[in-house]
């Protein structure tokens, strides 16, 4: 990362030129006068583990010695991906209650495709028109935390910060705003749900134009070769393009331009763009330093790239989490400065964690692979013709599940619920598929009990999840391309960090002890002094407070 930090300031100072310089205030009434919750995303446990020996001392290294580590935190749901675990960080509620079922669905009433955030009201700002792209938190059912904290104070600032849209958006909440790096433009934006115009700090920081000063840089390994004996080499056959380090960005083209822009987003440059906007939102907006508490959500996505196309075994995963760990370094020395190590809490977590690469697993002896989901509807709807007849009775594929073809159901006579049973046997029977269960299991809870049941209903909402769910066995994967991916009830994709920091609140230590996802929201609401967010259905962490 040679030579970012030179022109970081430069354009940090450049952004918040006007903004106040006053001392940070002081510890008052015991609580964080700033949350900062970083969200990594596609960050397994075992990764933070595995490198530990290799990090600086100050950037993960911060939480495991002077905070505290929750080495068994995972989330109880099924279907792991982005959208259901950002809300479920905020809110406390999985997706059977905050209705995020995934990053996008097809409704089984309609057909209709939808993101989690998809909202024509609420176009990016700069995009409006045909085929823009849009989002607010309508879709999201249920209060965050950053919605309890603005309802007992209004003067509290909740701001989220993504390069994702629907990240930074679910985790912004309804009373919160949310800024998102645009992939045709390298700039940070917002919705009109949110603002009909972005503030002056953001504008200066868009002026500036800091993702094009990446164009031309090479992202190298932060140690030397010898010390990525432990991950998997460059160049395996099941990678996607580009793996292999050293690597320039922007290689073969003249000037930055959208595909550079989204070729930013799969490396360590990505994340440094967006703390240095992070940076450019605590000073424009003084946050912590105002008298009323304050949340800031950075959501760090660029490791959901580099997992997806290489895997977290690779040298490529295993060097970025160490660039990381530098640049979080760095951000916590700024934290400590402008706002006072004394004034802010830190939250370190992700949104799901990762499985590797068939291929990988295949390797090492274990039972894994690949599933077509369109072969398997084909070879289902043959199963099903002996019964009731030749047909597509398997419609599209959504949230890890089958959605049924309603219509010819209908102009056949067909028993909904006999076919809904029969396609699930034959589901079940077939080889990578672990369980399947119909819509009338997980309503009812009929099932209950039954291997992976609990967690599958967790991630079951009537009105947008599909007729039949589906979860296939550990170490087998939807898709046929390369990479890898998550999105399933294992540990690999379920165990995430958890991590704390926050000397006046929290005393250091290590809890191995299993803990749900869904209690981080009502912890941070207590150490805010607010209500947990309504929906809730997480218990406080075992944390040692200091302050009770």
Known sequence: MTGIRRWAWTILLFA???????PPAPVTGGTPQLVVVFV??????????????????????????????????NYGYAYTV??????????GAYPHRSGIVGNEWIDPASGASETSVSDASAPFLGEEGAGAETGSPAKLRVE??????RRQDERSKVISISNKGYSAILTAGRRGTAYALRPRTGEYSSTAYYMKALPPWVAEFNASKPADKYFGLEWRPVLDDAAYSRSLPDERKWYAKGGKLPRKVGEGREKPDAAYYTELLGTPFADDLELQFARAAIAGERLGRRGSPDLLVICLSAHDHVNHAY??????SHDHVLQLDRMLAEFFGDLDTTVGRENYLAVLTADHGFMPAPEHSQSLGRDAGRVSAARLSAKVNAGLAPRFGAGTWLGPWSAHGVILNHALIKARGVDAGALAEEARKLLAAEPGVAVAYTREELESG?????PLFEAMANSFDRERSPDIAVALK????????????????YEYDTNVPLLFYGPPWILPGRIDRRVEMSGVAPTLA??????APAASEGQVLPLDFIHR
């Open 526 to 531: 207590r150490l805010l002094h607010v209500p």
């Open 446 to 450: 009929s099932a209950k009990g039954a």
């Open 474 to 489: 550990p170490y087998w994967m939807f898709g046929t391309g390369r990479g890898t991916t998550h999105g399933s009830p």
């Open 82 to 91: 982005t959208s259901p675990g950002h809300s479920t960080i905020v809110t």
């Open 311 to 316: 895997g977290a075994e690779s040298r490529l």
């Open 40 to 73: 990594v995303d596609g960050l397994p446990e075992r990764q933070v583990v595995d490198y530990r020996d290799q990090f600086s001392p100050d950037g993960f290294e911060r939480f495991f010695t002077r905070g505290a580590w929750f080495t068994n935190a």
């Open 16 to 22: 918040v030129g006007c903004a106040s310089t006053a």
């Open 144 to 149: 965050s935390l950053g919605d309890v904290l």
